[in-house]
């Protein structure tokens, strides 16, 4: 099973259902994508950034994953102010930045985090089997619940299995460089592995089918709902509401 570094935990957000993390999970995302506004959105990444400190997680991993989202993110936001119209702050040659451009950067900036964040504190927090019965219990559908659970328990075989390919072709003298050899080599890397994931995809699941399996998991460990998920699930309704009044008002 591949490296969960934030479902091992002993924090309060560890401690709630599964459930109901997944659902304000949920909620707290829709109505993050939907703000416009520079206010809501910082608002938006404090309640993201409150959460993550309450999960307690494995700070040097979460800065890892904070820093590869945010690498992309300087990307759109140096290229945003000057892709939209408005009032001209800066200018360079042709190019100008306009204030409106630089407020959306702002905007995109702090909402893509706050995703991030939340989904850190909430999502990551549980194993990816956990995740799968939670989700069945909320009542989604079984084929997406069943592509998770697969996905998260075969995901690392599918990564040793390309590095296996990779050193083979590097003990064959292969090179990765900028060159139409180079690609075409890694395309028939990435052809092999695809059909080597099929062929075990297809074993598994007719093991699978053998021993009974009727394409829907059954959790041994029932979820049970207690007075502090209530609790949370209030308080972040009430987040909710005010992320909302900043952004109507």
Known sequence: MFAQPFAHG??????????V????AAGCSVCLALVQTRTAALYGLIVGAFLLLLSRPPWRTALRRLLAVNVFLLFLCLLTPFSLSGDTVWQWGPLAASRQGLALALVLWAKSNALVF????????MP?????????RLHC?????????????Y??????????LLAAARLRGFRARTSLHSYRTLASLLGILLLRGLDRAQRVHEAMLLRGFRQRFFCVTPFQAHARDAIF???MGAAMAVLCWLELR
């Open 155 to 164: 995901v690392h075989d599918i990564a040793e299995e390309w590095r296996t």
């Open 233 to 235: 699930m209030a308080i």
């Open 141 to 153: 559908p079984d084929k997406i619940v069943f592509l998770l659970v697969f996905a998260g328990r």
């Open 118 to 125: 939340f989904f850190l504190a909430l999502a990551a927090t």
């Open 21 to 24: 993390r997944l659902a304000t």
């Open 128 to 136: 990816v089997s956990t995740a799968g019965y939670a989700l069945q």
């Open 10 to 19: 002993h924090s309060l957000l560890h401690r709630l259902d599964p459930r």
